[in-house]
């Protein structure tokens, strides 16, 4: 599984838009880059998921270079409500039956 | 839809004691559901992996026989810590998927409190 890498923490205003990066060099050709979305004492939420180019939903954007070795998370317009830690999985699709090891993760925090 | 529920959602018990927790998929069958814990501040850890019928899958370093898991049904995995001490106190997070779908949906998670 490839090891993938984030900021620790990110500071934003409100309606910024939030981009993190996540790097993950080992990316495997069958991999595939998912976004998580943890709130305090709360299970992870599942944002996006892409394997090249630009993937966008009505949550978030993301990138992902030609190269596959990084992708951005990109959050329009943040609110308070988007303070939370973002989680970037790189994985095969039924991999060793659908294991997910998270890293630790893109600590966000959106003030007034 | 894909919704999944956890119960407790937190729980406070004596050191020696037993804890189980439940992990239900409440609109799907789950064929796979997957333990995590989490300590503060930290991501989550992968304790193991369940199938419906067969024994769990435990991640290296994770105490099988502290750590009972079963997943009797296609709905339903639960895990026991036995013998709880201080340090098991954490956050205990569920996932579920169905057939080889790689997405997981989660649970809300349970705090444990051991005293």
């Known amino acids: 599984l490839a090891k993938t890498t984030q900021p620790i923490s990110m500071d934003s205003y409100e309606g910024q838009e939030v981009n993190i990066t996540c790097s993950h060099n080992?990316?495997?050709?069958?991999?595939?880059i998912t976004w998580y979305q943890q709130f305090p004492s709360q299970g992870p939420r599942f944002i996006i998921q892409g394997y090249k180019t630009k993937v966008t939903n009505e949550v978030a954007s993301l990138f992902i270079p030609a190269d596959r070795k990084s992708s951005t998370l990109s959050l329009p317009r943040v609110s308070l409500s988007d303070t939370a830690v973002y989680y970037c999985l790189v994985g095969r699709r039924n991999n060793q039956g659908g294991k997910l090891i998270f890293g630790q993760g893109t600590e966000l925090s959106v003030k007034p | 839809g894909a919704v999944v529920s956890q119960h407790p959602s937190r729980v406070i018990c004596k050191s020696g004691t037993s804890v189980k927790i439940e992990c239900r998929s409440l609109?799907?069958?789950?064929?796979?559901m997957f333990w995590y814990r989490q300590f503060p501040k930290q991501s989550l850890m992968l304790m193991a992996t369940?199938?419906?019928?067969?024994?769990?899958?435990?991640e290296q370093g994770v105490e099988k026989d502290k750590f009972l898991i079963n997943h009797a049904s296609l709905t339903l995995s639960t895990l026991t810590v036995t013998s709880a001490h201080p340090e098991d106190s954490s956050f205990y997070i569920c996932?579920?998927?169905?057939?080889?779908?790689?997405?997981?949906?989660f649970g809300p998670g349970t705090r444990l409190t051991v005293t």
């Open positions: 369940s199938n419906e019928g067969s024994k769990a899958t435990y």
């Open positions: 609109d799907f069958q789950a064929t796979t």
């Open positions: 996932s579920a998927r169905f057939g080889t779908s790689y997405e997981q949906y």
């Open positions: 080992n990316i495997a050709t069958n991999d595939y």
